[in-house]
């Protein structure tokens, strides 16, 4: 084990202790310690996930990773290759009107040190925010129609990344099944595709 997957599993160690905020539900949520020059940033786990023990555990991750096999990469091996993150890493609970609660700011921002940690330790070349929610924290995001399909150069940590973003995969969520969330979708794969860091993961 080299010194940076050595430095990942003590971080995560800390990590899956984490209890500061009051209203999320545990357990944390992480991905395995994989040294990885691609980075997954999710929204945050839902009621399976914990159970689970693994980010995109249930029908939403069915379909992410059908995407992901589509241009080089089966659950299995995104899994082993693909370092996966969440913009916050437990439950948020259930909305009172229905649906999973959205993490407030201080929450996301409480969350913010472990994915700043991960960063600075990994160096990832490609970043794959995943939901608008993850998507807003590293570009300014309106509509999803304006920034998926493309590729962006963003100061992480004080060092240019490739940013490549992606709609949420839900069930719940039509934008990526008809257009032009449809062929947005695909170009924004068929630039994941070609982008070197992916390449890499690939060849492994």
Request: hydrophobic share 40%.
């Amino acid at each position: 084990m080299d010194r940076i997957t050595q430095a990942l599993v003590a971080h995560q160690r800390s990590l899956l202790k984490c209890n500061k905020c009051t209203q999320m539900v545990g357990p944390v949520v992480t991905g395995e310690p994989i040294r990885s020059s691609v980075y997954l940033i999710g929204q945050a786990p839902g009621t399976r996930e914990g159970l689970a023990g693994r980010p995109f555990a249930w029908t939403a991750g069915k379909t992410l990773f059908k995407w992901f096999a589509k241009i080089g990469l089966d659950e299995e091996a995104f899994r082993q290759r693909v370092f996966m993150a969440a913009v916050c890493r437990c439950f948020p609970g259930k909305n009172p009107n229905g649906g999973d609660r959205v993490p407030d700011e201080k929450e996301m921002n409480e969350c913010a040190g472990w994915m700043n940690a991960e960063l600075a330790l990994l160096e990832p070349q490609l970043i794959l925010p995943v939901g608008k929610l993850a998507i807003g924290r590293l570009i300014p995001v309106n509509k999803l129609k304006d920034v998926i399909g493309n590729c962006y150069t963003c100061e992480v940590n004080g060092v240019e990344r490739d940013v490549i973003p992606l709609p949420h995969p839900s069930g719940a969520s039509t934008w990526h099944r008809v257009e032009p969330g449809k062929t947005l979708l695909l170009q924004a794969l068929h630039l994941i595709q070609r982008h070197s860091a992916w390449k890499s993961v690939c060849n492994l």
